[in-house]
């Protein structure tokens, strides 16, 4: 750090962003300083500006294109750019404050290492040569290796690795490490990977599509804040007279945009859509037709085992198939058998005339229902009164919305991350896509859900993940359980020994539930690295911090995330301070460890990245990219997840009734072998969350849930140091109720103390009419070093479903008064 008498420092966090904001500025322009550079002034250009072309990855799921000024070699101003499809041009403040993230007193600017003989979190660094900070963190590694394997070794990735993901598989593979998964959202996409598998839009249509719809639902969704980008087809399918319907909890900006506005009782939205499924059935408002070809409705299932009946239970050998692209090995054709009503005997569904939909049959001695029976059967017990009393619904308007889904077609569903982070958020994903089968709103034009990202792997290559295949691969541990396995050392029947962790794109202290559990392990490991931008929570707890470049700072191709295209960023200006691109990052890592790195040049690597199995179709090569600045790669609009009735799933059919329940629903390999009722899992189910429950015995003591919303003016932590965006959210702040509020003596403004038997933290209170009574919440974003004391992810607990795992951030009980501190 410019101005240091010695390589030791007592350097506070606080101490280090003063200084470094010191430094920034200084490295801007020494008249004008840091904020010269990060202004819209179009009334005194320079003949020195230049235009340049990229992507906002600040991972909110919006990809927006943007348009950056450069003038006299610093980023000066961020602007929408322009899209190949004009619908697609958006930006908002996260995005137009790039040019103040680029140079934020926030970032990382050299190799930093933790005195040694101080502890982690103490805030007390030297600075440290890359050739220093490879040799050490390599030589580590190389020792744990020794004394166990090189498996010991995890790498921990996060949510904004949009560009260096697919490096980092190869760099993970090659030094020899084992794996995470993240588990912030993960019991959604687990059991929609199960219900109807992952295509273009990972689980759901083009969300241009919405526009189509008659009716369009806004489930636990705050798109406004959350997916500014995929919030506009709801305005338009409006505008086309759809019925805009919100179902949520609390009243916000998307709630304020609905036509109709059920606010719901949190963690009751799988009670709720039980009670819908019962009210069609019962209504016959099924879509009989859609059972039949498209979902696996009437497949007969053995009462013995809960197994789909093969032709092999016949006696006819099953076939080898095509190769399975994700493990590589022959698939396996044994016909899962229907009852044909006309034949009167069990048939494959290939071979039947008139499929039964419903009905119990002996086959071969062998009693089966119908998949769809069990389903019928499954939801007796929830008749939409039951329903609306346990999920605090009025009857009415839950009457009106099952007519408006099961008879006002289409409906597209934008579904939220809310409902997911309760104990049994993944069956509120698992009823949903069954309250969808059941009335045929799926995979048809404005019907199913809406998707979330743009992950089509054909349109641009994987270079790092071909190549990583050819290496060993350790085990797999999702990121909840990381503690778990730590303690346990296993995961599952499979040996587990953590002993060192390496950050990339993941500010895992900011962002995990059960933050006070992670701390615990923290302590005790042999190493940690974080590779970051800015100076994050995670880098305060880390031995060794590496400075990434920031995302204007290098050549990248990426796909459009929200928008059906491939973007190019371009480089412009050199990597700031003494950072490096993941990619010459990687290098140094990996070769340190002995191994080979496949490519000579980020352009090299670049290259090979955007050569994808339909690049030749689209026109993609990194030449291209570069004239073109954004090329157009799928059918605007036009990506029906399920189309035609087959989805990406092992059956071809929507699984709303899943077979396998042996283990937990998440990846391979990562299932901990716990016990749970495992025939809760064929069907969708509804329990009542683990905690923010008023049956549990703390609810007298603690009678607030506490939970989250998205924060408009961060994505997750990221933009935490921009100024602009401070002025406009300066400090964490907790939502409550007016009710609640008056109850405890606050007032907006006040500050006050959100408490548990786990923890504390401080905040300013804001009182808020669109809170549901009984409610607390918090704008999420914020890490602990910008509370007055301690964080909000203290109070939360690590415990998981055995079932799913996933966060449950919003499944905490507190208690809040004013704190006079």
């Known amino acids: 750090m410019t101005g240091l008498k010695d390589s030791k420092s007592t350097l506070t966090r606080r101490g280090f962003l003063k200084a470094s904001g010191a430094v920034a500025g200084a490295a801007a322009l020494a008249g004008g300083g840091l904020a010269a550079y990060a202004i819209a002034d179009d009334t005194a250009k320079s003949t020195g500006d230049e235009y340049f072309t990229g992507q906002c990855r600040g991972n909110c799921s919006g990809g927006c294109k943007l348009k950056i000024k450069k003038r006299d070699g610093h980023v000066v101003q961020v602007e929408m750019g322009e899209q190949p499809i ?6 908002c403040t996260k995005g137009l404050s790039w040019p103040q993230r680029t140079y934020s007193a926030a970032r990382v600017q050299y190799p930093m290492k933790r005195v040694e003989g101080t502890e982690r979190g103490a805030g007390e660094w030297e600075r440290i040569s890359w050739d220093d900070a490879i040799r050490e963190i390599t030589d580590k590694w190389k020792q744990i290796a020794a004394e166990g394997s090189s498996f010991d070794n995890f790498f921990c990735a996060g949510t904004s690795t949009s ?3 697919d490096l980092y598989a190869y760099v993970q593979a090659a030094v020899g490490a084992s794996g995470t998964a993240v588990c912030y ?5 687990a059991m929609n990977f199960r219900n109807i598998g992952f295509g273009q839009y990972i689980y759901g249509n083009d969300p241009k599509n919405g526009q189509r719809a008659r009716t369009y639902v806004m489930w636990a969704a705050n798109s406004a804040r959350s997916f500014p980008h995929e919030f506009h087809w709801a305005f338009d399918a409006q505008d086309n007279g759809a019925t805009l319907i919100a179902v949520d909890p609390n009243y916000g900006i998307s709630q304020s945009k609905a036509d109709v506005y059920i606010p719901i009782k949190p963690g009751t939205d799988a009670a709720l859509l039980l009670g819908l499924i019962n009210e069609v059935i019962k209504n016959d408002w099924i879509d009989r037709e859609y059972l039949l070809s498209a979902t696996v409705a009437p497949y007969l299932v053995k009462k013995e085992n809960g197994k789909f009946m093969r032709m092999s239970d016949l006696g006819v050998a099953p076939a080898e198939g095509p190769i399975d692209m994700m493990t590589g090995m022959p698939t396996v054709i044994d016909p899962i058998l229907v009852w044909d009503e006309q034949l009167g005997k069990a048939v494959s569904l290939e ?8 009905g119990s049959y002996v086959v071969e001695g062998v009693e089966t229902d119908t998949a769809y029976s069990l389903l019928v059967q499954d939801v007796e017990e929830w008749p939409l009164e039951k329903a609306v009393e346990v999920s605090d619904v009025d009857l009415g308007q839950a009457q009106d919305l099952v007519r408006r889904i099961a008879c006002e077609k289409p409906v597209t569903v934008m579904p939220g991350l809310g409902c997911d982070h309760y104990n049994g958020g993944h069956r509120v994903t698992h009823a949903l896509n069954t309250l969808l089968a059941v009335t045929g709103n799926m995979g048809k034009p404005g019907a199913g859900l809406s998707g979330c990202c743009n992950q089509s792997t054909t349109a641009l290559g994987s270079p790092g993940m071909v190549a990583a295949a050819a290496f060993p691969s350790g085990p797999v541990v999702g990121t909840i359980k990381l503690t778990t396995a730590f303690k346990n050392k296993r995961i599952g029947d499979v040996p587990v020994n953590i002993r060192s962790l390496f950050f990339y794109g993941h500010n895992a202290l900011a962002n995990m539930a059960g933050r006070l559990d992670t701390l615990e392990m923290f302590k005790q490991l042999d190493l940690i690295v974080t590779v970051d931008i800015d100076f ?5 707890w880390s031995d060794y911090v590496l400075p990434a470049a920031g995302q204007f700072e290098y050549e990248a191709v990426m796909l459009g995330i929200m928008t059906p295209t ?18 010459e990052i990687g290098r140094l890592l990996v070769e340190a460890m002995g191994a080979d790195f496949p490519w000579a040049s980020e352009e090299e690597y670049w ?6 199995p339909d690049s030749e179709k689209y026109g993609i090569t990194l030449d291209t990219l570069r004239e073109k600045e954004a090329i157009v790669c799928f059918d605007d609009g036009e990506y029906l997840h399920g189309g035609g009735g087959v989805f990406p799933t092992p059956t071809g059919k929507l699984e709303f009734y899943l077979e396998n329940v042996d283990r937990s629903i998440m990846w391979e390999g990562m299932d901990d072998g716990e016990e749970f009722d495992k025939s809760y899992e064929h069907l969708p189910h509804w329990e009542p969350p683990h905690e923010a429950w008023e049956e549990n015995p703390l609810f007298e003591k603690y009678p607030l849930i506490l939970g989250s919303i998205r924060n408009r003016h961060r994505t997750h932590t990221a933009f935490f140091g921009c100024d602009w965006l401070l002025e406009l959210a300066p400090e964490p702040t907790l939502r409550m109720n007016p009710i609640d509020a008056e109850a405890r003596g606050i007032e907006s403004g006040d500050y006050v103390r959100a408490f548990n038997d786990r923890a504390e933290v401080v905040l300013r209170a804001e009182v808020n009419n669109g809170i549901r009574p009984g409610m607390a919440i918090y704008p999420k974003g914020w890490q602990e070093f910008e509370h007055i004391k301690g964080c909000p992810a203290n109070l939360a607990s690590s415990y998981t479903s055995p079932a799913a795992y996933n966060n449950y951030n919003c499944d905490v009980l507190c208690e809040v008064e004013k704190w006079e501190g």
């Open 86 to 91: 004009p619908e697609y041009n958006r930006i």
């Open 163 to 165: 560009t260096c993901s």
């Open 185 to 189: 959202d993960g019991a959604l996409l």
């Open 351 to 358: 071979e039947s005339v008139s499929p039964a939909l419903e």
């Open 536 to 540: 994050t929570e995670t880098c305060q």
């Open 566 to 583: 491939v973007l190019h960023q371009d480089k412009v200006i050199d990597p700031l301070f003494d950072s490096k691109t993941d990619f």
């Open 607 to 612: 290259r090979a990245r955007a050569i994808g």
